[in-house]
């Protein structure tokens, strides 16, 4: 029941911006969690934040917290990640899932993950 599709992504330019969107469905309640990962090309997934109805937002990267914001749409069942001032290590595949980066993120059932979105930052 539980499903997550990711749309936005492309290429910008160092100190661009890009919206991701997640859409999600599956949630009951008034409970949702969605969390937001993101694996640069060789490298480990790394956690970047969560939002969800009980503890609200949490970063897990700091070097994005200044820059990324997130926000969810109510009435579209739709959470975005807007990325400003884009550098070229934000470089990688973002990943949005029905739960929160941390020690138990390999828990989160392979279903409640979105399928992913290009996001490359060059000149």
């Known amino acids: 029941q539980i499903h997550l599709a990711q749309s936005g992504g492309g290429l910008v330019q160092p100190g661009g911006s890009l919206r991701l969107s997640c859409a999600y469905s599956?949630?009951?309640?008034?409970?949702?969690?969605v969390g937001w990962w993101r694996q640069a090309p060789g490298k480990e997934r790394e956690g970047v934040l969560c939002?969800?109805?009980?503890?609200?937002?949490?970063y897990y990267e700091d070097s994005v917290k200044d820059r990324f914001t997130v926000s969810r749409d109510n009435a579209e069942n739709t959470v975005y990640l807007q990325m400003n001032s884009l550098k070229p290590d934000d470089t990688g595949v973002y990943y949005c899932?029905?739960?929160?980066?941390?020690?138990?993120?390999?828990?989160?059932?392979?279903?409640?993950w979105g399928q992913g979105t290009q996001v490359t930052v060059s000149s």
């Open positions: 899932a029905a739960g929160c980066p941390g020690a138990d993120s390999d828990l989160i059932p392979a279903e409640y």
């Open positions: 939002i969800t109805s009980t503890y609200g937002v949490t």
């Open positions: 599956g949630f009951t309640g008034g409970y949702y969690v």
